[in-house]
């Protein structure tokens, strides 16, 4: 039987300590997995969702094209290269559409002057043309809702209960916020829904379908495109051609508030002065 020596000890010390890797190789080769996972993870979902992102290889039509030209010499500095969009100054617009580059462009909204609670209505910077471009190449490098061809308008001789139901539809769904009478109102924080008065039927499609500031987003499955251009109908038939289906004097047409305050104000004067002719009678 041998005797365990120190120089023995020694040796099996060092043996174990050249077979066992060292703290900075186990760390090495945990960071080498971890970024191996992630890679790979990156790869799984970039192949299994190539729409969220903007192909750069895309080939664009002759539309598009020109839009893209105005894109980036009006657009790219909020909004980014290829609509991807700058953090702190305009959100990405992969995904949004030509329906709310229409309305957001044709109303003048975009470009923005500075940033505030909401963006308001103003003069448009480019003509029908040149926003038709620019929306094409919106819609064609992130996809998105699109205004539909043709009329927007329900033809009357056809579908005489189109105001009608129009009307129905308008008073459930846009009221609380646009008024009775489309005037628009005050929301929160700084923020009103518009009148509707000047509204063109692609403005209104195409904010039913991109849902823009507070307003939200109506579909197709919450409201069919037969019912949007019922809304459409009663809103450009009744509110902005019969500007004054109650009468001649509209108030306003912000409801019940001004009505009454009106005729508070004129019953009251009226009794007055029939209580002072009557007392100077007697």
Not at 24 to 37: K, T
Not at 70 to 98: A, K, M, N, Y
Not at 159 to 167: E, F, H, L, T
Not at 230 to 240: M, P, V
């Amino acid at each position: 039987m041998t005797s365990d020596t120190p120089a023995r000890r020694r040796a099996r010390v060092f043996t174990r300590r050249r077979s066992a890797p060292s703290r900075a190789r186990r760390r090495l080769g945990a960071a080498v997995r971890m970024i191996a996972a992630l890679a790979l993870a990156g790869g799984v979902y970039t192949a299994f969702t190539p729409g969220a992102f903007a192909d750069d290889d895309v080939q664009l039509s002759a539309a598009a094209r020109e839009g893209k030209a105005l894109f980036d010499t009006s657009c790219i500095t909020c909004h980014g290269r290829d609509g991807q969009g700058v953090e702190e100054r305009g959100p990405s617009l992969i995904g949004v559409g030509s329906a709310s580059v229409e309305f957001q462009v044709s109303t003048g909204r975009m470009p923005m002057t500075r940033q505030e609670a909401q963006a308001e209505e103003k003069p448009p910077q480019f003509n029908e043309e040149q926003t038709r471009q620019l929306a094409q190449y919106v819609q064609e490098i992130g996809g998105g809702p699109q205004v539909p061809e043709g009329s927007l308008v329900e033809d009357l001789k056809t579908n005489p209960d189109a105001i009608a139901r129009g009307g129905e539809l308008f008073r459930v769904n846009c009221t609380s916020c646009h008024g009775f009478g489309g005037g628009g109102g005050a929301l929160s924080s700084g923020k009103f829904a518009p009148s509707l008065h000047d509204a063109t039927a692609e403005q209104i499609y195409a904010a039913m379908l991109s849902g823009p500031q507070n307003m939200p987003v109506f579909g197709d499955n919450q409201l069919t495109p037969e019912q949007k251009r019922q809304i459409i109908t009663y809103i450009q038939k009744q509110l902005q051609e019969d500007k004054d289906p109650g009468g001649i004097f509209n108030l306003g047409r912000y409801g019940p508030s001004t009505e009454g305050m009106a005729i508070f104000l004129v019953g009251i004067t009226i009794l007055v002065f029939t209580s002072l002719w009557i007392a100077g009678k007697s």
